[in-house]
């Protein structure tokens, strides 16, 4: 059974500082990975896209990658408030060209 | 572009009932997927196409549930009879290729199931 694992929070910061999130996965095989984000209410919307190990940064978001430790993380620099949402990591599955299996999220909440 | 498109956007029925949800893939997207979203479950893949042909199944919770595809632009899901806990979002989305493509979602369809 392969596997997204994600702490489901909540994760709560101050505005301005930086939220980290974090996703690990089962299968060593994977090679796309992707974070994306779901407001109450509303359909998931991507984020970020990272496929190779190192860091991604777009903006205010940084995307990271550890395929030997099956690892992802998504850093956002300055919060605000506007970023409170559910965030999930999707790992596409090896072998199935269009299979994503993603984690169950982890909501974060930016106070003011 | 208008995006993917779903309907209806919120349906209430009574157990037994047939359900069938719709969907508009994005024009010229290769894939097709429908996913379902609880909070207990989280987002689940139910079924996904390529090219209008069903590729993996596995995610369909039982037979109660069946997807089609006639064409491009058009997919159907159909839950018949349905039961309570069948209550969750349903998804469908689409992306141009496949693996490193972006999945775009449409806005769900809010199932209650009384």
């Known amino acids: 059974q392969k596997e997204v694992e994600q702490n489901s929070g909540p994760l709560s910061v101050p505005e301005g500082a930086i939220a980290s999130l974090n996703c690990t996965y089962s299968d060593r095989g994977s090679q796309s990975f992707f974070w994306y984000r779901q407001y109450s209410g509303k359909s998931p919307e991507l984020i970020m896209s990272i496929y190779s190990n190192g860091d991604k940064e777009d903006g205010r978001f940084t995307a990271q990658l550890n395929k030997a430790s099956q690892y992802v993380s998504l850093l956002i620099r300055d919060s605000q408030p506007s970023d409170s949402a559910t965030y999930l990591c999707?790992?596409?599955?090896?072998?199935?060209?269009?299979?994503?299996?993603f984690g169950k999220g982890t909501k974060l909440s930016v106070k003011p | 572009d208008a995006g993917v498109i779903q309907s209806p956007r919120h349906e209430v029925t009574e157990m037994g009932q047939e359900v069938t949800l719709r969907c508009k893939p994005i024009s010229g997207h290769d894939y097709l997927f429908w996913y379902r979203q609880t909070m207990m479950r989280g987002l689940e893949l139910l079924i996904y196409?390529?090219?209008?042909?069903?590729?993996?199944d596995s995610g369909m919770p039982e037979d109660r549930f069946s997807a089609k595809m006639p064409n491009a632009s058009f997919s159907t899901l159909k839950i018949q009879p349905s039961e309570p806990r069948d209550s969750a979002v349903y998804f469908c989305?689409?992306?141009?290729?496949?693996?490193?493509?972006?999945?775009?979602f449409g806005e769900g369809s809010w199932l209650t199931v009384v």
């Open positions: 196409f390529n090219n209008n042909v069903p590729i993996d």
């Open positions: 999707a790992v596409n599955v090896r072998g199935s060209q269009g299979n994503l299996i």
């Open positions: 989305a689409s992306s141009l290729r496949s693996g490193r493509d972006t999945i775009y």
